[in-house]
């Protein structure tokens, strides 16, 4: 074989579809479109079997196939001629399709419809360019000539990891990185929910929105599906655009009561994805996912560099929020006023000469049974992160207190957190990054590890329903 | 067997591929750049590069046996349509016009879902051979599980 299966990786990641060309054994000849062809060694490849078509039971028959792949950098087209070898319905190889499947699948609604029955490995006879869909003049992207993940760039991830002092500083430094060393522009992290099988967004950069707060069902989109499959996924390819329209088209018909949500932050048209979970120990402790505009952006070799990356962080997340419990103090900080104040004391009037937009006033309402906290009658947050920060408002209007600490909050039974893995750090830091964005009158400001100040920058008028 | 609403959906500047077979039942297959399907709804002329048509017609000339995919890149609808080669010609200046124009839909359809009229700019569109087939069957090819339903057939 004078083309090497892998030179031709770029052909195998689906963003322009595959031909499949088969013959029965009565000489009837059959072609169909494929989303994706699976490199799988030096000599062999697989097509996903997902339905009992025509082409498969072709193959059954007569062994024979041709494909035609085209390389998205520079649109040459290429021809194997391919022998059927076997099927795997089991493996790293067919986990690995079966995974992609189901991730495009999730985005319209259709996730179990397009299973994956088996993993079908040709071997190929023949590799031949195709002398119409000749490749354009321009430089094919060459990866090993300009490698972006360097050993000095993973000692530059690797600093930031050491001197991130919290969990915020952590996420943050982490995305930042990710951005400044290798490229990836648009990132984001989800930790686990307090409800069961959803993540929550804490961090993300290069979106408009921070998002924090924003939650994802295990199996919804591409983070969603990384979590419950604890696997990486990439994806990038001609179903992605149809495909999130479609997802956005569903979002739109949900009911209110289910709009009422964060949106996850996200390109209006993402045509490269790539996911990967944040394991320690095998417990899923987040997931990180990258995007981006461009397609094919991310490559193999990006999967199994951001993996590892993601394996350091999923290690120092872990670290961050045993660290912080381990050192929070042990007792409330006693620094407030003996009797409540009145509701013109709770007002800065620093910050609102800094910043003579702020309203003297806002109502601040918490609904007990949603656990839902709205603000001037727009959502803001609800779950743990609501109840905390109801608690901590309710405090300082009864007592004036602004300190507060970690351990008093996990001491808290109305907060009913739980004894061990709380996650309470990275509740604070979305709740944090939620008020930021939306509710600016209400800071929380670190004041060192496992404590927290209340910044009030107007009037509240608390109100429980 | 081609109704006009199928008709329409084929001239609407899709992905269109050829199949053949050799003697041994290897299977080969082209890009077509245009198909026009002729007003008896039974017979399409496929628009094949010459350069492209070398690996399939002469598999059709032998055994008569084709198989055309069609598939549009902005919803994946796609159908196949089974048939016997009739006969093919070189394209002349009087096809030019309507192959430019149907390919040029196919690329204009390409940029909706984001690739580049580049990516494909150095492809060879002329010149074209005109490959008559008579369809002897239309199969629903979108993928999931319908795929491969007969949608007419006629011997």
Known sequence: ?465 | MIDPDLRAFLEGGLGIHIGSRTARLEPNGARAVAVKPEDDGLHLIVYVTEVASARVLPDLKANGAAAVVFARPVDDRACQIKGIYVDARPAGDADRPFVERQWDLFLGNLEKIGIPRIASGAWIIWPVVAIRIRATAVFEQTPGPDAGALLATRS
């Not at chain 1, 329209?245 to 949900?254: D, I, V, Y």
Request: hydrophobic share 40%.
């Open chain 1, 1 to 465: 074989m004078s083309v090497t299966l892998e030179s031709l990786a770029t052909c195998f990641q689906g963003l322009l579809p595959a031909q499949l060309f088969t013959c029965s054994a009565d000489g009837i000849p059959n072609a169909a479109y494929l989303s994706h062809v699976e490199y799988v060694d030096s000599s062999h490849v697989a097509l996903s079997y997902q339905f009992f078509n025509k082409s498969r039971r072709n193959i059954t028959e007569n062994p024979q196939a041709l494909v035609i792949v085209l390389d998205p950098d520079t649109g040459q087209g290429w021809s194997l001629r391919l022998k059927y070898v076997r099927s795997e319905t089991s493996g790293p190889l067919f986990d690995r399709m079966a995974l992609r499947i189901e991730a495009i699948a999730s985005y319209c609604g259709l996730k179990g419809i397009f299973k994956l029955r088996a993993a079908d490995i040709y071997e190929v006879l023949r590799v031949e360019p195709v002398a119409e869909e000749v490749g354009s003049q321009a430089p094919a992207r060459q990866p090993s000539a300009n490698p972006i993940f360097t050993v000095n760039a993973l000692q530059t991830f690797s600093d930031r990891i050491h001197q991130a002092d919290s969990l915020e500083s952590l996420v943050d430094s982490v995305l930042r990185a990710l951005e400044e060393t290798f490229g990836f522009r648009h990132s984001m992290i989800l930790v686990p929910a307090e409800e069961k099988d959803v993540l929550v967004a804490i961090a993300t950069r290069g979106y408009p929105e921070n998002g924090a707060g924003a939650e994802v069902r295990f199996g919804e989109g591409i983070a969603g599906m990384v979590a419950e499959a604890r696997k990486p996924i990439r994806i990038s390819g001609l179903l992605r655009g149809t495909l999130y329209a479609l997802a956005m088209h569903r979002e739109a018909q949900r009911p209110e009561a289910a709009r009422r949500r964060i949106p996850l932050p996200g390109l209006a048209n993402p045509e490269s994805q790539l996911g990967v979970p944040l394991l320690v120990r095998g417990e899923l402790v987040g997931v990180l996912c990258v995007e981006s505009e461009m397609p094919y952006r991310f490559h193999e070799e990006d999967r199994a560099s951001i993996e590892l990356l993601g394996s350091y962080l999923a290690i120092a997340i872990q670290n961050m929020l045993l660290q912080e419990r381990s050192e929070s103090p042990a007792q409330p900080i006693a620094d407030a006023p003996a009797k409540p104040p009145a509701m013109s004391e709770l007002t800065s009037h620093a910050s609102r000469m800094a910043n003579p937009r702020l309203p003297e006033r806002i109502e601040v309402v918490y609904y007990a049974a949603d656990e839902c906290i709205m603000v001037d009658g727009e959502y803001l947050i609800r779950s743990m992160p609501a109840k905390i920060l109801w608690r901590l408002l309710t405090a300082h209007s009864a007592t004036g207190r602004r300190e507060f600490t970690n351990r008093e909050l996990r001491l808290d039974k109305s907060l009913n957190l739980p004894e061990w893995k709380d996650n309470l750090e990275s509740r604070l830091l979305l709740l944090r990054r939620r008020l930021e964005q939306k509710c600016p009158h209400i800071g929380l400001v670190s004041s060192g590890r496992g404590r927290f100040a209340l910044d009030l920058r107007c009037e509240l008028a608390l109100i429980e329903r």
